[in-house]
């Protein structure tokens, strides 16, 4: 299995602009997380999916946040507008199961940095 | 709900050294215990995790780490560092019955001098 996949793995952008994260589960898991990781905060759980489905949305900063997952197979994380302080790495993660042993599968992550 | 304190944030040890990296929680539910590794500029992957049973969990790779309910606590330990263990490594917490939430620790960095 190839893993999670996350794109673009680096991203720069200016103040203002409109960023788009993606991610690929692993195929058969059920649940998909997208985090947040930064110096000051250390890593945040901002959504998780199950079945497709928005289950926990707490996590999210702010309006100017959103997340998709249109298929199984691929989920989205939308910053509009951007803003400096939303620099930060964002892993995005699947797991299997409800089943409370299963643990979380994390993809390599995306550097956002916004100027 | 859960929390996580790893009150390190940095760990420098010699190599060939033990290390101990620290790791307190708080529930007010029972819970499962995990701790992950991130090596430089990659994801985060389980290290080991305690479910029940045995209160000494042990990874492949030599770490370990022992669960103390009464001081609500899941160290992680190594006899002997080598320079490729160099990384952060994350304490986290779920609740051992209902959703996947984890929370995790700010992470302490392992640094293993040659």
């Known amino acids: 299995d190839a893993g999670v996949i996350q794109s673009p793995r680096h991203e720069v952008t200016e103040m203002g602009q409109e960023v788009t994260l993606r991610c690929k589960p692993i195929?058969?898991?059920?649940?998909l997380f997208w985090y947040r990781q930064t110096m000051m905060r250390g890593l945040e759980l901002l959504i998780y999916?199950?079945?497709?489905?928005?289950?926990?949305d707490s996590g999210m900063p702010e309006d100017r946040f959103s997340a998709k997952m249109p298929n199984a197979s691929f989920s989205t994380l939308k910053i509009q507008p951007s803003e400096p302080r939303d620099s930060a790495v964002y892993f995005c993660?699947?797991?299997?199961?409800?089943?409370?042993?299963?643990?979380?599968?994390f993809g390599p992550g995306t550097r956002l940095t916004v100027l | 709900a859960q929390s996580v304190t790893q009150l390190d944030s940095q760990v420098p040890v010699f190599e060939e050294a033990p290390v101990e990296l620290r790791c307190n929680y708080s529930?007010?539910?029972?819970?499962?215990l995990f701790w992950y590794v991130q090596y430089p500029n990659q994801g985060l992957q389980l290290l080991l995790k305690?479910?029940?049973?045995?209160?000494l969990v042990e990874s492949i790779n030599g770490f370990e780490a022992e669960f103390n309910k009464s001081q609500t606590s899941f160290h992680l330990r190594k006899p002997s560092v080598h320079i490729s263990d160099t990384a952060e490594y994350f304490c986290?917490?779920?609740?051992?019955?209902?959703?996947?939430?984890?929370?995790f620790g700010t992470g302490t960095k392992l640094q293993v001098i040659p």
């Open positions: 993660a699947s797991s299997p199961s409800f089943r409370t042993t299963d643990t979380q599968y």
């Open positions: 195929s058969g898991h059920d649940y």
């Open positions: 999916f199950n079945n497709n489905v928005p289950i926990d």
């Open positions: 529930s007010s539910v029972s819970v499962y």
């Open positions: 305690y479910l029940s049973g045995s209160t």
């Open positions: 986290a917490v779920r609740p051992s019955g209902g959703y996947q939430k984890v929370t």
